[in-house]
């Protein structure tokens, strides 16, 4: 009797996983036989998924991709917008002193710099960045600092920069290109060092709030 009983506990147990692990892969029966989950074809987002920096942490891919049609195919999930849940505007699109269309193009959607599926770098900035038509360039984001290694501006070997690169290369300088402070060419003049999202506000196109 006790040994059927720890068989009967030990299956339970057994379904117990199995149910835990395709809740937490966000299967649902709306997938086909035969099929292991959305990663099966979706290849590409499974990658940036898995990355630290993704909405894996809260979410599942039934949480924001919603059945359209029970086949797989094109246009069987929904494709939400990031406002549905974010209430951050977009950089610009529209803010005063921006008017050239080729700075416009730059900045279409919060896609543009943003990998909603994930990344390796933190803030789900994308590992490349469009800054004009048919131009990208790569990017290493790993913290906040400011003018630091792998930050919103980089230090330079002769100010102690470790990683072999130069200003211009951070995640601000490699658009900038008529700024006072920062900028791609390393013409520009040094600023504050300090987080640049402390005064340069994402909400209102990384303008500066007055005071």
Known sequence: MQGSCAFLKGRWLLFLVMFSAIASCGGDESIEAGSQGCTDCHTTQATAWSNFSSHQGIYSCTFCHEEADPSPGEGHRTSPWCNQCHSEAGHPPERPGVSSESERFRFTTCLTCHDPHGSRNIYLIRERLLIGQGETVPIDFRN???????????????????????????????????????????????????????????AIGFGVAPR
């Open 144 to 202: 906040i600092e400011g003018r630091a290694d792998f930050s919103y501006a980089e230090r330079g070997t002769e100010e102690g920069g470790r990683n072999g690169l130069e200003p211009g290369t951070g995640l601000c300088e490699v658009c900038h290109t008529r700024t006072e402070f920062y900028n791609r060419t390393a013409t520009g003049g040094n600023h504050y060092a300090g987080r640049c999202a402390g005064c340069h506000n994402h």
